[in-house]
């Protein structure tokens, strides 16, 4: 018997990255996740890899219609929710010199106006007793040079789950966040020259207290004790960043 039998969790963002890997570690335990993500190549590798258990749904953070229609899924395949993980992002390395009025806007609409309608369109969906977790960063309380946007979006994610843990309470539902450090999930990979990547990613290695990047697991397991165990907790951010943030 898993410990998350008969639980609904739908996670955004969750075709890749720890998203995913937060998804398998939920269906290994007995629950039903709906994940989202924007890219059909990466949703399909997501379904092989997870399972039957799992419902995979293309669908933009950036899109009202697609949350919308979201919502619609969310309620004929579930009914209610016991956990929300919004975790659809984007990161954009730019120096800010360089930032243009586009860039900037599509960072705030994906991990900002995203998430704030996201939890808008479900919230009537979820449990009584029901965890939401968004992701920030530490991003948010450093100053990162090349992110400056980025990180502003995270700030806001920060004082966004301040404000829905208070207005979320009448309804019995907990509002907390995540705050990754170095986690090799490929996005530098992904968003970098390969050179200009490894480079990146030695530096930080090399600045962290734990001199290592974290793995998506341990992210996760971080995201299930917000969304299940921690129940007398709501507006808090939990870092998992080997202590790059706090020491």
Do not use: C, W
Not at 27 to 38: M, S, Y
Not at 75 to 83: L, P, R, S
Not at 123 to 136: I, K, N, Q, R, W
Request: hydrophobic share 45%; aromatic share 6%; glycine share 8%.
């Amino acid at each position: 018997m898993g410990k998350y039998d008969g639980k609904s969790v739908v996670i955004t963002g969750g075709s890749s990255g720890f998203g995913r890997t937060t998804a398998k570690l939920l269906i290994d335990e007995g629950a039903r996740v709906l994940i989202t993500g924007r890219t059909r190549e990466t949703l399909d590798e997501a379904r092989e890899h997870l399972g039957d258990n799992a419902i995979v749904v293309r669908s933009d953070a950036a899109s009202l219609p697609d949350i919308d229609a979201l919502a619609d899924r969310v309620k004929a395949e579930f009914g209610t929710v016991d956990a929300l993980f919004v975790n659809a992002g984007i990161t954009r390395f730019t120096p800010f010199e360089e930032m243009s009025e586009h860039v900037y806007d599509e960072l705030f609409t994906v991990n900002t106006k995203g998430p704030y309608f996201t939890i808008q369109k479900l919230a009537p969906l979820l449990a009584p007793g029901s965890g939401v977790v968004l992701t920030t960063s530490v991003a948010n309380v450093l100053g990162i040079p090349m992110i400056s946007a980025y990180s502003a979006t995270k700030a806001a994610l920060r004082s966004m789950t301040r404000s829905l843990a208070r207005e979320l309470l009448p309804r019995q539902i907990r509002v907390n966040a995540v705050s990754p450090g170095p986690v090799d999930t490929g996005i530098l990979d992904r968003a970098m020259p390969a050179e200009a990547a490894e480079q990146t990613k030695a530096q930080m290695r090399a600045q962290n207290p734990m001199l290592r990047f974290g793995e998506p697991a341990e992210v996760a397991r971080a995201v299930l004790f917000l969304a299940f165990d921690a129940t007398f907790t709501t507006g808090a951010e939990l870092a998992v960043d080997g202590g790059g943030s706090q020491i």
